[in-house]
């Protein structure tokens, strides 16, 4: 008895621990990056599995005003605008800190896409955008409040931030706390795939 008294204050304390320590963001390098487009390792958002997160930022995409501009932070090999290519756009921006996943989204023909190999927290827009787009990639920032008020400067009125995180609890939900405080929701959604038992958080902000 007394073992699992033990074994369950000790469960307590790493919760708590967890749930009060600061935000610690996933870190990668550059070369990593690199390395694992190189290898093809990032198809796997192309899968069905990530059908149905994919699905639905191309449905709030395909609702916004005709010649919208998109800002795609953290594009990778332009995944999301394969997917987007049919709507009816005026531009779209795609940053990524990979030159080989930018190498790859600029085989893709369209002259209404510019690709940019960047750390997104050093890219500064030269327009304002009707959306900027976080699809999985804030959890990599180290400061990802300052990131995404920085970036609030480069909407149009009326315009909307859209981030999608995975349903990590002990990470990004310290972020969704940040930007809850700073930030009015205006759509959110939680996209479940049962096979893989994952989830994902998608919400608009303005």
Not at 16 to 34: A, C, I, R, V
Not at 158 to 186: A, D, H, P, T, Y
Request: net charge positive; with cysteine; glycine share 4%.
């Amino acid at each position: 008895m007394l073992n699992y008294l033990k074994l369950f204050k000790e469960l307590i304390i790493k919760f708590l621990k967890s749930y009060f320590t600061s935000y610690k963001p996933l870190s990668k390098s550059k070369m990593e990056w690199d390395l694992e487009y190189k290898s093809l390792k990032w198809n796997y958002l192309e899968n069905l599995e990530e059908i149905g997160r994919n699905s639905l930022i191309v449905s709030i995409l395909s609702r916004l005003p005709k010649g919208f501009d998109i800002l795609d932070l953290g594009c990778g090999q332009g995944t999301l605008f394969k997917l987007s290519q049919h709507l009816n756009f005026n531009r779209y921006i795609g940053i990524d800190i990979s030159e080989i996943a930018i190498e790859l989204a600029n085989k893709i023909n369209d002259e209404r896409a510019k690709f940019i190999c960047m750390d997104l927290t050093k890219y500064i827009p030269e327009q304002r955008f009707d959306i900027i787009i976080f699809n999985e990639v804030l959890y990599y920032t180290d400061d990802p409040l300052k990131v995404v008020k920085m970036f609030r400067n480069f909407l149009k009125n009326e315009g909307i931030i859209l981030i999608s995180m995975w349903n990590n609890k002990q990470r990004n939900n310290k972020i969704w706390k940040l930007l809850k405080k700073n930030f009015n929701v205006k759509l959110e959604y939680i996209i479940k795939e049962n096979r893989s038992r994952r989830s994902w958080i998608i919400k608009a902000i303005s």
